[in-house]
């Protein structure tokens, strides 16, 4: 005995279109297109230069977050400046209170490159002065004291290079992760020419 079967919605409708579309003047229904919405082309990454984008890096981050900020226009690679200490404000760009499309450059904070890195390196290097570094971090002043400190000790350099390490390699993740390449890679260790990553 024949029995009534109900299709799964899924099947019901594959099984529809599909005979709608044997039709030689069938269009596509346009329930299909609310269902499998148009595919859009992915957005080219943005390409910046490696080294403009650790000076708008520093340039953040020699302050509190978001009393100096710089961003990124994804379409030109042009990185922008917005601080209460810029009066000319020509470059930044007509839409930029209103549109969500340029990409801010994060804060050492932002990235774990401020207190945090300082006690990543103290456990490194002088593990028995952990507490000593910890109790500068509860003052202002907390930077010139600990640099003070580690200058008595001959470790300033050795300081600036881990820094500077971190620095680059988090900026690099962060920049990968938010889709952007860069212009100016490094070439391969051993090669001439190879500029380091600097401070202001």
């Known amino acids: 005995m024949y029995r009534?079967?109900?299709?799964?919605?899924?099947?019901?409708?594959?099984?529809?279109l599909s005979c709608h579309l044997r039709s030689p003047l069938a269009t596509v229904p346009k329930i299909?297109?609310?269902?499998?919405?148009?595919?859009?082309?992915?957005?080219?990454?943005?390409?910046?230069?490696?080294s403009e984008l650790l000076d708008a890096f520093y340039f953040v981050s020699v302050d509190i977050s978001y009393l100096h900020e710089a961003y990124i226009n994804p379409a030109t690679g042009k990185i922008f400046?917005?601080?209460p200490e810029i009066e000319d404000e020509s470059e930044?760009?007509?839409?930029?209170?209103?549109?969500?499309?340029?990409?801010?450059?994060?804060?050492?904070?932002d990235l774990n490159l401020g207190r945090d890195l300082v006690f990543s390196f103290v456990d490194d290097e002088l593990p028995?002065?952990?507490?000593?570094?910890?109790?500068?971090?509860?003052?202002?002043?907390?930077?010139?004291?600990?640099?003070?400190?580690?200058?008595?000790?001959?470790?300033l350099d050795k300081w600036?290079?881990?820094?500077?390490?971190a620095t680059e390699n988090e900026l690099r993740a962060w920049a990968k992760a938010q889709g952007i390449e860069f212009t100016d890679e490094r070439p391969q260790a051993g090669q001439e020419g190879t500029p380091d990553a600097h401070r202001p």
């Open 128 to 155: 028995e002065h952990f507490e000593t570094v910890a109790g500068f971090f509860r003052r202002k002043g907390a930077y010139r004291r600990f640099k003070d400190f580690l200058y008595r000790r001959d470790l």
């Open 160 to 165: 600036h290079a881990f820094e500077s390490r």
């Open 81 to 83: 400046y917005v601080s």
């Open 92 to 109: 930044t760009p007509d839409d930029f209170e209103t549109s969500d499309r340029y990409i801010a450059v994060p804060h050492k904070n």
């Open 32 to 50: 299909f297109h609310e269902i499998v919405p148009e595919m859009k082309p992915a957005d080219p990454p943005a390409r910046v230069r490696f």
């Open 4 to 16: 009534n079967r109900m299709l799964p919605a899924c099947s019901a409708f594959q099984y529809l």
